[in-house]
T-cell receptor, first 112, second 114 residues
Framework: LAKTTQPISMDSYEGQEVNITCSHN???????ITWYQQFPSQGPRFIIQ???TKVTNEVASLFIPADRKSSTLSLPRVSLSDTAVYYC?????????????FGRGTSLIVHP | ETGVTQTPRHLVMGMTNKKSLKCEQH?????MYWYKQSAKKPLELMFV???????ENNSVPSRFSPECPNSSHLFLHLHTLQPEDSALYLC?????????????FGAGTRLSVL
């Protein structure tokens, strides 16, 4: 199981771009990278998922370098409502033995 | 609305009570999960069910007893809990078990044990 490491917290201001990096040095060939967002007293919500290079959706972008040992979640022009905890998960895309592990995540605070 | 509904949203119980948490998913998924989230701690996976069979039990105390009668419903039966069991209990579902399968979470049940 690939272990992930993220910064515990980050601060930003409205309108800025925020990049949160996750390290996963022992990522396996079949592993995919998934990011979730969690607001206080709510369940996590899927943001984006990728395997390599770059993935973009209406909410965020995910950058994965060629060695796949890290990934960066990019949130363009954040607002106060983006204040949340962000989790990076890594696991076997096909595996029936995959056990999701959320870790402590990165607490992002967006200031006015 | 995520398609995963948990009831009740809030629960207060004494240490000698027996109660149950309910989770229902309307997504046609085959896997369901129970998580515990204590204050300022990461989510802890408690149980995983796939096609109504339990596939993971993360050394959870026996005072927590899961039940999955069908692929749409998941229960967590609680008895003789301790104050340290007070937490947000989250249910999730996914189409399958691999990491490609996105998990959809309910809003959770906030449990307080007195």
């Amino acid at each position: 199981l690939a272990k992930t490491t993220q910064p515990i917290s980050m601060d930003s201001y409205e309108g800025q771009e925020v990049n949160i990096t996750c390290s996963h040095n022992n990522i396996a060939t079949n592993d995919y990278i998934t990011w979730y967002q969690q607001f206080p007293s709510q369940g996590p919500r899927f943001i984006i998922q990728g395997y390599k290079t770059k993935v973009t959706n209406e909410v965020a972008s995910l950058f994965i370098p060629a060695d796949r040992k890290s990934s960066t979640l990019s949130l363009p022009r954040v607002s106060l409502s983006d204040t949340a905890v962000y989790y990076c998960l890594v696991g076997d895309g096909s595996g029936g033995s995959y056990i999701p592990t959320f870790g402590r995540g990165t607490s992002l605070i967006v200031h006015p | 609305e995520t398609g995963v509904t948990q009831t009740p949203r809030h629960l207060v119980m004494g240490m000698t009570n027996k109660k149950s948490l309910k989770c229902e998913q309307h997504l046609g998924h085959n896997a369901m999960y129970w998580y515990k989230q204590s204050a300022k701690k990461p989510l802890e996976l408690m149980f995983v069910y796939s096609l109504e069979e339990r596939v993971e039990n993360n050394s959870v105390p026996s005072r927590f007893s899961p039940e999955c009668p069908n692929s749409s419903h998941l229960f967590l039966h609680l008895h003789t809990l301790q104050p340290e069991d007070s937490a947000l209990y989250l249910c999730a579902s996914s189409q399958g078990q691999g990491a490609l399968n996105i998990q959809y979470f309910g809003a959770g049940t906030r449990l307080s044990v007195l």
